[in-house]
């Protein structure tokens, strides 16, 4: 699963004009499933996004998560994390998953995410989105959740 975590001290995401997720201070989180990812991978991958010491304590120290700071998180959807430039001018993005599942762990990390944190708005997946944000620092953070192997009892 990849990820792109900017800390903001404001972000909203609109379709067709009108908001639908928006927060105060807080992380903008792009998120891409990919090929192999599975729950577990959104598990993992929110327990980073609220434990990630990226916001300032007194002595302005990046020493802070989103859970001491109490801050927002706005989730996006954005397979386009997951382009492959290597060659020729026009991205390739099979390094995405299937609409079908990546829409599934989209909506799994919203659910957890929720479920954990007092602070939570979301983009809709698939949907041709516009996302205005105010990049604080700037902190930008690129972030890979790899699948991990699964070990077989035998």
């Known amino acids: ?3 792109l975590i900017q800390r903001v001290a404001r972000a909203r995401v609109q379709v067709g004009g009108n908001t639908v997720g928006e927060i105060g201070a807080g992380l903008l989180v792009l998120v ?3 090929p192999g990812d599975s ?3 959104c598990d993992r991958l929110l327990a980073k996004l609220l434990k990630l010491r990226i916001f300032g304590d007194a002595a302005g120290k990046m020493n802070l998560s989103l859970q001491d ?3 927002g998180l706005l989730l996006v959807s954005q397979f386009t994390l997951a382009a492959d430039t290597r060659s020729g001018n026009r991205p390739g993005f099979s390094g995405a998953a299937e609409p079908g599942l990546g829409r599934r762990l989209f909506e799994h990390l919203v659910q957890l995410a929720r479920a954990a944190h007092p602070a939570v ?3 809709r997946f698939g949907a041709d989105m516009q996302v205005h944000l105010v990049n604080d620092g700037p902190v930008t953070i690129p ?3 790899e699948p991990r192997a699964s070990t077989v009892a035998g």
């Open 1 to 3: 699963m990849l990820a």
């Open 32 to 34: 891409c499933a990919e």
């Open 39 to 41: 729950e577990a991978e």
């Open 69 to 71: 700071t109490a801050g």
């Open 121 to 123: 708005a979301s983009g």
């Open 143 to 145: 972030l890979r959740i």
